[in-house]
């Protein structure tokens, strides 16, 4: 029942969506790179578990659904071809009508200030080794640079740090996932922050959406830099020396794609907690360039 609920739910919200994309709300909608998130969602390789990210900056409160509303129709009634997505608990599960709602919804219900090692990025990690398509706003929140004002030096591209969640969900894949940038335009004109309410609540008319996605990253420059972490791992007979409580990352450096970047540690050998940190960070650091550079060519063609 809960399965049916969640396609019904998924399948509404995305039929709604398309409806408002359809309209003429907006003044124009258009889409670039679409057939590399197609082909990633159609892709075999899944059916070997080999899931999907898409990787996204986060300009306004409906980035997520709308977004989606691009997609055909029928993949909304599929699990295969819909997303999960992290949601902040303090702005979508307030009460259990709304908990309801967005669980439903593939939302994973995700606390601030929680850190990177709480339930809803396990369960990220879970859906993606099953082959599931995960989406990421890896600021963690709407970031809406003020580029009318005093600000005018931040140049649109600019994101802030992504959080090292992003890092941690690639890293214990088990399996190299399809990791897809994409950029997104126009949804802080449909929803400016800076509005007073109740206006701040409603869609503004006219706004030019745009979303382009990018080609894959390349999985050889994400294991360079594993394999850089795999090479501080402490190991004793050639054989890795774990003493971490994340045995998650343990297994998945054992087991998982990690396992692909053995090489010769260095002397002496660093802190694994230490290391592991570092990496994850420069993993993060290295996909948030990848979204930026994304936009930055979406902003030379605009």
Known sequence: MSSLLSKLTVGTIGITCKTFLNIGYC???TVFGLENLVNALNSKERDARRGVITLSNHISTLDDPVTWGILPTHYFFNTRTTRWV???SDMMFTNPVLSTFFRNGQVIETFRGAGIFQ????????????????HLFGEGKVNQPNVDKHESNILPHKLLRFKWGVGRIVMEAVKPPVIIPMWLSGFDKLMPEDRPSPYKFFPRRGANLSITFGKPIDDDNVKATLKRYKSSLPYRHNKPQFSTPDEKLAKSTKEGWLSEAVVEPEDPPVSLTEET??????LTGLLQQYVEALGQEVNKRT
């Not at 940190?277 to 420069?282: F, G, L, V």
């Open 119 to 134: 339930p809803a990025v396990d369960f990220a990690i879970d859906k993606l080794n099953e082959g599931a398509w995960i």
């Open 277 to 282: 940190d570092r990496t994850r960070s420069k």
């Open 27 to 29: 003044s124009s909608v």
């Open 86 to 88: 992290l949601g902040a």
